[in-house]
């Protein structure tokens, strides 16, 4: 050392120096875990079929699955989206669209288009939500019930349908997925193959954008042609093929989509149904469900499906995707801290050790440690308090091993699934997934960050979600 | 230790990038290739649509003969999944001297998964002649349960299957939970009536597995005598007892009533709600006053399950129900009006 | 202007659609395509077809969808209609024949069959 630094100083900035690596050490090792335990999940996947393959195989045993929708202020999409869903390949559902108090003319748009009627359905009353002012039927499908209800949030209209509906398995989506027509079809056959023990399903999702979206389905998919989207569409592939299906394979899934997810009614009842006023209250019901099941002592699982199930409409600008995810982080955070009794507790065995555990290293510790190495790394070497070797190792751990990790989630996707149509969108997908390293992903630790700030302060407002973007094509 | 992460970083980001640009180009090739059968996949389907029609087998040769095996055996498959009777007799004639089953037989022991699941499907649609030997190999001995179930249920369909306990044994403990052995005990022939019989009674088999031998039992009538649904009612497995008293309802033998009505009081509460609904079926008004009682039932559907077994009690019953929603407790009376209101406009 | 008879097939598989084609006219129909609910509920209205062949499940509307508006619509009310589906359950097929589907066919189908009750259905129509 030149510098005239300190042992004192020299000491402290190796000790930081080396708590930012080792928890990026950590945060990839985790990441490398997840890929292997991914590539080991598809290798072993129960096989996939074609989906009119799957209606015979599996259409005798198929049980019955209501589709609850909650909408608010969907006036535009509603009768759209409720058609498609209405038109989805499966033997027995029901499509239970919740109207959460929408201010505009969601429920107006309804009655007439499916000349609802007013009925009365009993129903357990087994979760608490806003007062219902009405049930809706339609004389046109007996598939349809429409229920109308005081605001009171997703999670409150959420729980609403699931009093409402009859069928022992329910599935939630949000009022703008785009399902593919046999998603539930490919949902339902965990609860097939295993249906004593298997309690909850999630499914992929996929950025629409880009994407020719026909009346509520997507027809051609296509990359989006905007940067922000596109950077997305590989985070999604990271974070469905890899890390969900990891963790679902060693039965340690920790988050089931809002956006698709299929439940057991039972046991959602059972834990009291979705957490009103949580920001992740998908996180919070997976947490939940294992807590519960833990505790009776029952073997059960938490599956996922790697083949897409589900569209959704990315944020294309700035603004709104950092609401988006700072708020992503809210939940994290508010998750964990809620059940952190369960962090390292022997009791709850892998979900105490492995679930609990991933989310503090890449969720609580992790956006700190990699923001605090943004700075301080640089400072150190460019102040000659520390060799370059440590630089050196933090950049590797940032950005080096970031696009190890997001170009595998790629190759897992071509060799298992190969969704993608052109040779030329893998070669795109290729270079956003190295190039998104330098510039998306800080980008996204600072709205972390935001979001952690936030969290700290208590501030629980939702981020508004400005619709945009996909090309409808109406006929 | 620092120099380690980073040169460890770069060599798997080398080696990450050089696989994805090698599934890049396979993709290309792949493309072609695909084009190129989607193309005879078309021309095979009006091929078919042909043969099916006028029964011209050469002219369907020719056209196949020009595309490979795997094109048409897919195109086979959903053109197979579409139609039956004598065109579809027809069509697997033309397939069978196309040389079909041969290719299958290949694909069932070279195939992945995927693959040889197809072929079971595809394999049994011909003759039992060619279909049952393959299915049988596979039974016995494929790694996977998914294809060794699939083949049980094409060779039930069939009607030649093993006795039950070798089935069961072939499927291995892990394939038995799947619903679709529910699937496979429906397609049993008559002769295996005794042996699902036998299931039913074996204490070790899973409950799942059980109750769904009951119902198999009881969808078809007549196959065993109703005894064995009341030996089963009493069993401890709350899953098995419930499907007893399912097919009791079923069934409709007044005789069951007394067992019925002892059950509704049953610890668990899926068989309360079983026996309430029997109860129901069997419609003897006299039944009437111990079904309001679980107008109360602490279990919400069993409360709704007992207002519906009501009202198929013919009018002493939907008088009852009509008594409890004006004077009854606060609980029987509001799930009594629910019901009566159910389905009428708000 | 032809007075050939047209049929309305609606349904969102390509070799059903291609089969059923080479079979009507094979019989001297004229064959109108629809490859989902949407489409079939306006070439319903714009061919006026002496029969329709109905799938159940198609994108955008759903056949059973479909047929209740095609009933509620009195111009069109009168068209002979048969379904053809894969849904093979009780409830679906007395949802069906409730809501005023004069026949109702559970694929895999015979086509044979089917153009048996399709001349059925057409002869009646012409008496009546």
């Known amino acids: 050392m030149i510098e005239p630094w300190s042992p004192a100083i020299v000491w402290a900035a190796t000790i930081i120096a080396w708590a930012v690596i080792a928890l990026g050490l950590a945060q990839t090792t985790v990441y490398l875990a997840q890929l292997l335990l991914a590539a080991y999940a598809l290798s072993k996947r129960p096989p996939v079929a074609r989906s009119a393959l799957l209606w015979r195989r599996y259409g005798e045993v198929a049980p019955p699955i209501a589709l609850i929708v909650p909408a608010y202020n969907e006036e535009v999409n509603i009768v759209e989206s409720v058609h498609s869903m209405l038109a989805l390949e499966y033997p027995n559902f029901e499509v239970i669209v919740v109207n959460d108090g929408s201010k ?22 087994a979760l608490a939500h806003q007062p219902i002012r009405g049930i809706y039927s339609s004389p046109m499908t007996e598939r349809l019930f429409v229920v109308d209800k005081s605001n009171g949030g997703k999670a409150d209209a959420q729980n609403a349908g699931i009093n409402i509906c009859r069928a022992p398995i329910f599935c939630v989506i949000d009022g703008d997925s785009i399902l593919e027509p046999d998603a539930l079809m490919r949902a339902a056959q ?101 807590r519960l099941m833990i505790d009776a002592g029952r073997d059960y699982r938490i599956e996922f499906i790697p083949e897409p199930v589900c569209w959704t409409e990315a944020p294309e600008s700035l603004a709104v995707l950092s609401r988006q995810r700072s708020r992503w982080q809210r939940g994290a955070l508010e998750g964990f801290f809620r059940y952190r009794s369960m962090l390292f507790r022997p009791r709850y065995g892998r979900i105490g050790f492995l679930g609990m555990g991933h989310i503090l290293i890449v969720d609580v510790l992790g956006p700190i440690a990699e923001v605090l190495g943004y700075v301080l790394m640089p400072l150190f070497w460019l102040l000659g308090i520390l060799s370059w070797h440590y630089f050196l190792a933090f950049t590797a751990l940032v950005f080096t091993y970031g696009i190890v990790i997001s170009v595998c989630s790629l190759i897992l996707e071509e060799a298992e699934l190969q969704r993608f149509p052109r040779a030329r969108d893998l070669a795109i997908l290729t270079i956003a997934a190295i190039v998104e390293n330098f510039g998306y992903r800080q980008l996204n630790n600072i709205w972390r960050i935001k979001g952690y700030w936030q969290f700290l302060r208590q501030d629980n407002n939702w981020g508004e979600m400005t619709r945009t973007g996909i090309a409808r094509k109406d006929g | 230790m620092l120099v380690l992460i980073w040169t460890l970083s770069l060599i798997l980001s080398a080696i990450s990038i050089l696989v994805m640009v090698i599934l890049v180009l396979r993709r290309v090739v792949a493309a072609r290739r695909e084009e190129r059968d989607a193309e005879s996949r078309r021309r095979i389907m009006t091929a078919m649509i042909c043969l099916a029609h006028d029964k011209d087998v050469d002219a369907f040769l020719a056209v196949a003969a020009q595309a490979s095996t795997s094109v048409t055996a897919d195109a086979s498959s959903e053109f197979l999944g579409l139609v039956r009777g004598e065109e579809r007799e027809a069509v697997l004639q033309a397939l069978l001297r196309a040389g079909q089953p041969d290719f299958l037989e290949r694909e069932l022991k070279r195939g992945d998964e995927v693959r040889r699941l197809h072929a079971v499907e595809l394999i049994a649609a011909y003759a039992p002649d060619v279909a049952i030997g393959p299915l049988r190999g596979r039974l016995e001995g494929d790694r996977s349960r998914e294809v060794r179930i699939a083949a049980a249920i094409e060779l039930a369909k069939i009607g030649t299957v093993p006795p039950l306990g070798e089935l069961l044994d072939r499927i291995g403990y892990r394939g038995q939970r799947s619903r679709r052995l529910a699937e496979l005990f429906g397609l049993l022939p008559e002769q295996s009536a005794a042996e699902l019989r036998d299931l039913t009674r074996q204490r070790d088999a899973p409950g799942f597995l059980r109750a769904s031998a009951l119902e198999a039992l009881w969808r078809r009538d007549g196959l065993v005598e109703p005894s ?24 409709g033998q007044r005789t069951s009533l007394p067992l019925l009505l002892s059950k509704l009081y049953h610890p668990d509460w899926e068989v309360r709600m079983e026996a309430v609904e029997a109860v129901g079926r069997l419609g003897d008004p006299d039944a009437a006053k111990a079904v309001t009682d679980l107008l109360d039932d602490e279990q919400w559907t069993v409360r709704y399950k007992a207002a519906q077994s009501l009202l198929r009690l013919g009018p002493v019953g939907e008088a009852t129900l009509r008594t409890v929603a004006l004077e009854g407790t606060a609980r029987k009376q509001r799930t009594a009006s629910l019901v009566l209101s159910e389905g009428m406009p708000a | 202007m032809s007075d050939m008879k047209t049929i309305l097939v609606c349904d969102d598989d390509p070799l059903l659609i291609e089969l059923m084609e080479f079979r009507l006219r094979a019989k001297g129909f004229e064959v109108a395509v629809a490859c989902d609910g949407a489409e079939a509920l306006e070439k319903a209205d714009e061919v006026r077809p002496a029969a329709i062949v109905l799938d159940a499940m198609m994108p955008r509307v759903d056949g059973f969808e479909v047929l209740s508006r095609l009933k509620a619509n009195t111009a ?38 089917l153009m048996a009750r399709l001349s059925r259905l057409l002869a009646r129509q012409k008496r009546g």
């Not at chain 1, 505009?104 to 009353?125: K, M």
């Not at chain 1, 439940?263 to 949580?278: D, L, P, Q, W, Y």
């Not at chain 2, 030996?231 to 497995?237: G, I, Q």
């Not at chain 3, 809501?99 to 069959?113: H, N, S, T």
């Open chain 3, 76 to 113: 069109l009310a009168d068209i002979p209609l048969i379904m053809l589906t894969a849904r093979k359950s009780e409830t679906d097929i007395v949802s069906a024949l409730d809501k005023g589907a004069d026949d109702y066919l559970v694929k895999p189908f015979i086509p044979d069959e």
């Open chain 1, 104 to 125: 505009d003319a969601t429920l107006e748009r309804l009655v007439e288009a499916f000349g609802l009627r007013r009925v009365n359905r009993p129903y357990e009353e």
């Open chain 1, 190 to 290: 965990p609860f097939i193959d295993d249906p004593v023990r298997v309690i909850a399903v999630g499914g992929t999702i996929r950025v629409a954008n880009g994407s020719t979206i026909e009346n509520g389905r997507v027809t051609q998919i296509h990359l989006p042609r905007r940067l922000l989207p596109l950077f997305q569409v590989v985070e999604y592939l990271r974070a469905f093929l890899m890390a969900r299906l990891a963790w679902s394979r060693i039965n340690t899934l920790m988050l089931v989509s809002g956006a698709f997810g299929v439940f057991r009614r039972a046991e959602v009842v059972a834990v009291g149904g979705f957490t009103k006023g949580s920001l992740g209250e998908d996180l919070d019901l997976i947490i939940k469900l294992h």
């Open chain 2, 228 to 251: 064995i649904f009341v030996e089963a009612a009493e069993d401890s497995v709350p899953e098995v007892a419930a499907a007893s008293l399912r097919a009791l309802g079923r069934i």
